[in-house]
């Protein structure tokens, strides 16, 4: 998975017409480190969409704007339009990111 750089970077990213997860992540959160254990298997799961991470300590202002309280959080965009939000407290499980990519709306 890549990791943005920048804040244009991401503006670029998310604009695109594929959709693309942004997973919300910090080098210090542990259920960070746990969903870095099964998200692998997930993203082979599904290729149709783009994925990237941004770390959340390093980009407070995109934290900020798009609503990322708590981490990890995945947020789904395409065309430069937040579309979906899985929560932190809701992405602790392979089962949990799963069903949230199964009933996202695109």
Same mark, same amino acid.
């Given at each position: 998975?890549?990791?943005? @750089?920048?804040?244009?970077?991401?503006? @670029?990213?998310?604009?695109?017409?594929?959709?693309?997860?942004?997973?919300?992540?910090?080098?210090?959160?542990?259920?960070c480190r746990r969903l870095e254990m099964f998200i692998g298997d997930i993203m082979a799961e599904h290729t149709d969409k783009a994925w990237y991470e941004v770390d959340r300590d390093q980009f407070p202002e995109l934290a900020e704007k798009y609503d990322v309280m708590g981490i990890p959080s995945l947020l789904l965009f395409k065309k430069g339009e937040k579309l979906a939000h899985l929560h932190s407290a809701h992405a602790k499980t392979p089962e949990q990111v799963r069903e949230y990519l199964e009933t996202l709306p695109v």
């Open positions: 998975m890549k990791t943005v @750089q920048t804040v244009e970077e991401f503006n @670029q990213i998310i604009s695109e017409d594929k959709e693309t997860i942004m997973i919300f992540t910090a080098g210090w959160c542990p259920d």
